[in-house]
């Protein structure tokens, strides 16, 4: 099998950060909203194994980093989710656009 | 374990214990039982604060993954001061409320993030008290839970947060393709400017402006602080952003000290952003937590021109006038909190003819406002002077210029409101209200702070002491 050049993973990574960007700004669902940023963070994984296996293959510093991160969204996701039904009971919506009570 | 190594953790130990203590009280319902519950939690805060204070030897722990420096123990002496003052605060809102053991669970536990990211030693630590320091906040947000604001509060803040750290790590995940290793001593060691490891510079420099509500990261932080409660408020405009801060020099000073040629300009333009934008939108807001918001926005802008200077003074003006923003700030928002207890009012307009009813509220407010302003007889001149002062270091001269225009513009919002207190008249002022020991306690410490940290040197020369420049290996 042919070996996977380190390049080819970044551009994957580098297009699924902006892919979770561009899901961020555009979409108005809350719980979009967070699968967004789940891209993002899936995104950073892949870069950080990617670094670990290919260029510091001695050490496992990356994959270590890697167990982290995905605890971490786990909390942040639930507290999210939490607010999110909390939000959902005050406004009867989770549509962003609808839940501006506050303005410029 | 050894007994050292305790020693090294006594501030995160102490309010882990603390908490765990609370965790107990809360399965017993003891606050329901206990009238005196809040004196009982303002006193354990305050012997927090005492034991912080005693001396304690620099050293590293875990493999170098937790240290403590001199400098790093006033920073937690500093943060612990300000959650100190901000339990004193909000004592008459919490009075009543049957969650407030969680109140105080979720603050330490944000308090406890905050101490293991001051005290990191790799990235992978400094991530892991960002993120513990800023996800309980989300939930603090929404303690109100009744409140459709306080809700959309905090959907605003985990939703920000949460993409600002993804940044942030795409940062880091890029600076560890270029350095192989994510201890500090491993980055200053090899780090050198070139394209990647700038590439995951401004990723990193995105994600720290996120959380220091840098323009134009800013979005987030006006609605945030509007619809959050007041203590909750507080605390985001002063521990938090001010721990970010503490950090971002370190990370900044230290970590990319060799890329300043790099950063110097990006630093630069985000200063003067935050300064203009921050006092321009700030001018026409009606809500006085929003105000204080854009002002917040535009003292970090104040802060940046000190970083800027990017030696030991940029370090030492930045700590000063985070204490100093520290008090102004807990004493503006602690006068907004009784107000908004008693009455329910936030708006501007309700406190007209407040000297009239309230002197001494309307006092405390007008002198931490001129405090904020940068006024000669308050500290806040002389935390303002240093940052100039420290500016100056990099010569840059346009900065500076229009740093002293945006004091100028900070006056007019903050004399604004001091105007509307003392001066307009009104058919319905807002009735005396009654306050108890503990905000008064709290009101009077960040006054006589405010008025005499200024004129004592030893504050000033003791930070120096133990500040660093741009570190070159």
Known sequence: MEHVPLAHVLILSTILFFLGIYGFFSRRNLITMLMSIELILNSVNINFVAFNKYVYPHQLEGVFFTLFII??????????????INLYRRFNTIDIEDTKNMKF | MSLESIMYLRFEGIIALIIFLLLVLKLNDADDRVPQFMNGINILLLVNFLIGLFPMVDGTLFNNFFQTTELIVLQKNILNFG?????????????????????YILLLSSLLGAFVMLSSGHVLMLYLGLEMSTIPVAAL??????????????????????????????????????????????IIAVIQPNPLTLYAFTFILAGFAFKMSIVPFHLWTADVYEGSPVGVTNYLSVISKGSVIFVFISVLYVLFGALKQAWLLEITILSVLSMTIGNLFAMRQQNVKRLLAFSSISQVGFVLVGIAGASQAGTTASIYFVLIYLLSNIASFGVIGAISDATGKENLSSYKGLYKSNPFLALVFALSLFSLAGIPPTAGFFGKLFLLTSGMGSGLYILLAIAAANLVLSLYNYL??????????????????????????????CVIGLLIIGFIPSV??????????IYLK
């Open chain 2, 83 to 103: 959650v100190l003052l901000i339990s004193f605060t909000s004592t008459t809102w919490l009075s009543g409320n049957k969650n407030r053991i969680e109140f």
């Open chain 1, 71 to 84: 605890t971490i969204a786990a909390a942040e996701v639930s507290i999210s989710i939490a607010i999110i």
């Open chain 2, 141 to 186: 947000a929404n303690f109100n839970k009744t409140q459709r604001n306080s809700s959309e509060a905090a959907i605003k803040l985990i939703l920000s947060s949460a993409f600002s750290s993804g940044i942030l790590l795409f940062g880091i995940s890029l600076l560890y393709g270029a350095v192989g290793n994510l201890s500090f001593d491993h």
């Open chain 2, 460 to 469: 000033y020369q003791y930070i120096d002491s133990l500040s660093f420049g």
């Open chain 2, 416 to 445: 604004r409101v001091v105007k509307t207190m003392f001066i307009d008249q009104a058919e319905e002022t807002i009735e005396p209200i009654q306050r108890n020991w503990p905000l008064t306690a709290a009101l009077i410490i």
